[in-house]
């Protein structure tokens, strides 16, 4: 099975920039589908960001949208979110997650469809 760990989080002000890698070994993450997720303090987890294996699909929260970017390097093994303009709402816990698909055009945006997840990275934006 694959493991994923998170790194890149941190303190920021209001409108600077992030960027969180997640670095998967044990298995070739071209095989798995991949989301970056969120949980605030008191809040339910929330999918920000997914791909398809292939990066041919994306989609965002419409929270996000506009200032966050998911990418994918398979040869690395690597799954990044470009965070820019940050607020402080977008203070969270924020986790990568992969699963398995088949499918090249759906985007899973359910946490409950995702097997594998990392352990999380803090992200602080302060106002």
């Known amino acids: 099975q694959v493991q994923l760990v998170e790194s890149g989080g941190g303190l920021v002000q209001a409108g600077g920039s992030l960027r969180l890698s997640c670095a998967a070994s044990g298995r070739t993450l071209s095989s798995y589908a991949m989301g970056w997720f969120r949980q605030a303090p008191g809040k339910n987890r929330e999918c920000v960001a997914a791909?398809?294996?292939?990066?041919?699909?994306?989609r965002y929260a419409d929270s996000v949208k506009g200032r966050f970017t998911i990418s994918r390097d398979n040869a690395k093994n690597t799954v990044y979110l470009q965070m820019n303009s940050l607020k402080p709402e977008d203070t969270a816990v924020y986790y990568c997650a992969a699963r398995q698909s088949p499918s090249t055009v759906i985007v899973a945006f359910n946490e409950y469809e995702y097997a594998y997840w990392g352990q999380g990275t803090q992200v602080t934006v302060s106002s």
């Open positions: 791909i398809t294996r292939s990066g041919s699909r994306i």
